[in-house]
């Protein structure tokens, strides 16, 4: 069974920095694409960034680009978000989603239950 | 950017009766090399996480009820729930992820009970 586990949401003041973890099990993590996906409170989705099988290739959303970075580690199966200069607008919660790995790369085919970032003075 | 668009942004449909949603997208979708759309449907139901419902515009995932399909093509899509359960209280976001990013979602459809 596909298990993604996000944690590091916590609340942070304007400007501040945070890290967020995404631990995956029950497949093999090195072979598919992975996303971030963020929901503000009571509002819709919006995707935030992708990274490739091997971390070669990232791509972001424009809102954050320059100040999120993602990353992986494939011995770890361990996704991860660097968030720097963070906004109010940021607060959300944060999903990590596995995407594809032959197709389908950028469709988000299992979702974690979330991690809760606070944006606020 | 491609922006999706979705209508109704709320239906209450009583139970047994049909649900339809559409979705709309600001540019094809369809990749003519594999003629496939880049479209997906998935449900959130109160305090979840979304569950992909549906890909590639109309193929239902694993697990997912019959009574869920979907149609479209291009930049036309819609999402139909046959007979409705009451388990199908929840919104339903379309999502297109063709090409180059931003992957971006429809604003949502909340389905409630009439």
């Known amino acids: 069974e596909v298990q993604l586990v996000e944690s590091g949401g916590s609340l942070v003041q304007p400007g501040g920095s945070l890290r967020l973890s995404c631990l995956a099990s029950?497949?093999?993590?090195?072979?598919?694409?992975m996303n971030w996906v963020r929901q503000a409170p009571g509002k819709g989705l919006e995707w935030v960034a992708n990274?490739?099988?091997?971390?070669?290739?990232?791509s972001y959303v424009d809102s954050v680009r320059g100040r999120f970075t993602i990353s992986r580690d494939n011995v770890k199966n361990s996704l991860y978000l660097q968030l720097n200069s963070l906004r109010a607008e940021d607060t959300a919660v944060y999903y990590c989603t596995r995407g594809g790995d032959t197709t389908g790369y950028f469709l988000s085919y299992s979702w974690g239950q979330g991690t809760l970032v606070t944006v606020s003075s | 950017d491609i922006v999706m668009t979705q209508s109704p942004d709320s239906l209450a449909v009583s139970l047994g009766e049909r649900a339809t949603i559409n979705c709309k997208s600001s540019q094809s979708v369809l990749y003519s090399f594999n003629n496939k759309n880049y479209l997906a449907w998935y449900q959130q139901k109160p305090g979840q996480p979304p569950k992909l419902l549906i890909s590639w515009a109309s193929t239902r995932e694993s697990g997912v009820p019959e009574r869920f399909s979907g149609s479209g093509s291009g930049t036309d899509f819609t999402l139909t729930i046959r007979s409705l359960q009451a388990e199908d209280v929840a919104v339903y976001y379309c999502h297109q992820h063709y090409s180059r990013p931003p992957f971006t979602f429809g604003p949502g459809t909340k389905v409630e009970i009439k």
């Open positions: 990274i490739n099988q091997d971390g070669s290739e990232k």
């Open positions: 029950g497949f093999t993590f090195g072979n598919y694409w």
